[in-house]
């Protein structure tokens, strides 16, 4: 149950995101500088006013189709979040999103669209907050740590890759927990144990986030006096992995944990190279994607 609104049908709206001048100038300061990216959104229906008002509640999100979701995250970004230095930080939800989307796995009241639904209004009500819309915290847990995420950036204080993702991933993983519970309390059909595995890896890509300088810590003691380019070359591959302002690595890791999943569980008996083939693609687009990004 689509609630589209054809007659709330704003005209196509293109958007510029001049992602120099913004956030990611002081996120990260040799990569992307001379790249203006242009953010399309393609008729773009705000199905409703809580869009520019940004008090959407959980449950309007979970109805929604993912294709929704995905237009809301890159309104949001786009209209709202430029005030928050923040025009470019989700970028990776909408990897996931895009990822539900292919997979049809995130349909209004599924399991999974409460789990991205938690997720995707946790970032709306903490944004409201900072930019004082309102102060509704919609009882999400991950709002009270978007906010602080928020207000810091603004701040500026949040230039340190380090401190940047800590920040980041932990809002993010309880949002993603308060999303399960609120799949619970709902009494939301159980996931396949494929939907389970894969967002157990999405707390595996956070965790990734918070110890990403211990790991490299390790690789290069490992690597220091045997083959240091090596080090190089996996601490440059984990950052870019690690990053939220592109949906290339959460599109890369959410295929690859699919995938895996799909043999665990035994999806794969019929087999399906389709799968493969789009695997093999989206690993191609991130080594492009960490090249352009390595030159720099
Ligand atoms: C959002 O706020 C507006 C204005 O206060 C209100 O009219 C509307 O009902 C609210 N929407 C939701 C979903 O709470
Ligand atoms: C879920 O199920 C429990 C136990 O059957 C019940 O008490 C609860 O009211 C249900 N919740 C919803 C939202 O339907
Ligand atoms: C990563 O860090 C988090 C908290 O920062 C911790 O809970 C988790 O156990 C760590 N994981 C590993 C593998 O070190
Ligand atoms: C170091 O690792 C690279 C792969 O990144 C490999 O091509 C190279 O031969 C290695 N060098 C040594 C000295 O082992
Ligand atoms: C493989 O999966 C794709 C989408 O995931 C589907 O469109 C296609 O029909 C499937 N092919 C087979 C042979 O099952």
Wanted: proline fraction near 3%; hydrophobic fraction near 45%.
């Amino acid at each position: 149950m689509a609630p589209v609104n054809i007659f709330g049908l704003k005209p196509t709206l293109i958007i510029l995101v001049l992602i120099p001048f913004i956030s990611a100038s002081c996120l990260y300061p040799n990569i992307d500088r001379e790249v203006s990216s242009q953010l399309i959104i393609d008729d773009v229906q705000t199905i409703s006013s809580c869009w520019d008002l940004l008090n959407c509640t959980f449950e309007e999100i979970r109805d929604w189709q993912p294709v929704t979701r995905l237009h809301f995250l890159q309104y949001m970004q786009a209209t709202h979040f430029q005030r928050l230095g923040s025009s470019d930080q989700f970028r990776d939800m909408e990897g996931i999103t895009e990822f539900t989307m292919r997979k049809g796995i995130a349909g209004a009241r599924t399991w999974v669209s409460h789990v991205e639904a938690a997720a995707i209004e946790a970032v709306e009500r903490a944004a409201a907050t900072v930019l004082e819309y309102s102060h509704d915290t919609g009882s999400n847990p991950g709002v009270v740590k978007w906010v602080a995420f928020f207000r810091e950036q603004c701040r500026g204080g949040l230039g340190d890759r380090r401190e940047h993702d800590q920040a980041w991933s932990a809002a993010s993983l309880v949002a993603i927990e308060h999303g399960i519970n609120r799949a619970k309390s709902a009494n939301a059909s159980d996931p396949a144990a494929r939907e389970l595995f894969w967002v157990h890896g999405l707390r595996v890509h956070r965790e990734l986030m918070q110890n990403r300088s211990i790991i490299v810590f390790f690789v290069r003691a490992a690597l220091i006096f045997t083959n240091k380019s090596l080090a190089v070359t996996i601490e440059r591959a984990l950052e870019f992995f690690t990053r939220v302002n592109t949906p290339v690595p959460m599109k890369l890791w959410s295929e690859v944990v699919w995938q895996v999943g799909g043999i665990l569980f035994g999806y794969h008996v019929e087999g399906n190279s389709s799968d493969w083939e789009l695997l093999r693609l989206i690993a191609a687009q991130f080594w492009q994607e960490y090249q352009k990004a390595a030159k720099d």
